[in-house]
């Protein structure tokens, strides 16, 4: 049987698109799978690509993460299982793209995909990651009530730290008005070219700046990244011995171990 207890939620979220939020939500959750955690991705982009990018065709979202949000319909009968074991998928449409209007006069608006996933249908799992927006919508606003932690994906590239000022206000209003035990899980700097003296200055400035928060582990710009969703696989099924493959599984054993730090403290 499996453990009934609340499973650990972090919101992959950076308002600017183009960083590597649904590769990382992919492919971490691959990653984490094949350590024997049951984990969900909860596809909440309107562009759907991290449902694209496990192989749930679009005639197959019956039910997604609109009708979850917007029409009550249980978590259960949302989740779809993909080819990796372990990992399954709430699923994603552009029917999204209208949320934030239909939303907005509801007054529990930013609560909604928090109530969906504590019930005992997201018990059934260890992680679940939410693939977020490229916005600060009520879309990622409804992800950071419903976390535990936010997960952030940084580009290395110029101006990449300009727009974490915005989202790490952002957090903090939702710390103090919404979800008061919500924390920033830590920094992940992606498409990182070691090669690159850019890259290593924005690694330098990330880890100067936020310290502990930026994650050891740094994900490479690799070919096989980019290449893996094309056939609906994470990269380390695609190209087990790549060297993207190999940076999320660190990064996978990354977490794992703040997480085990964080209980013995507790």
Known sequence: MPDLT??????????KGGVGKTT??????????RMDKRVLIVDIDPQGNASTGLGIEPSARDLTTYDLLLDDAPLAQVIKPTDVEN????????????????????????????E??????????DFVLIDCPP????????????????????????????GLSQLMLTVREVRETANPELRIEGIVLTMYDLRNN?????????????GELVYKTCVPRNVRVSE????????????????????????????????????EQA
């Open 24 to 33: 990382t939500a992919i492919n971490l959750g691959a990653a984490l799978a």
């Open 198 to 210: 850019l890259s290593r200055q924005v690694e330098a400035d990330a880890r100067e700046t936020l």
């Open 116 to 125: 969906a996933l504590r019930g005992p249908d997201a018990r059934m799992y």
């Open 135 to 162: 916005s600060l919508s009520l879309l990622t606003v409804n992800a950071l009530v419903a976390a535990d932690a936010v997960l952030v994906p940084l580009q290395s590239e110029f101006f990449a730290l300009e």
């Open 87 to 114: 990992l399954s998928i709430a699923p994603a449409t552009t029917d999204l793209s209208s949320t934030d209007v239909e939303l907005v006069s509801q007054g529990n608006r930013v609560f909604l995909l928090k």
């Open 6 to 15: 609340q499973p650990r939620i972090l919101a992959i979220t950076n308002q």
């Open 228 to 263: 893996a969703p094309s056939f609906a696989l994470p990269v380390i099924d695609y190209d087990p011995t790549s060297k993207g493959s190999q940076a999320y599984i660190a990064l996978a054993e990354e977490l794992m171990a703040r997480n085990a730090a964080e209980q």
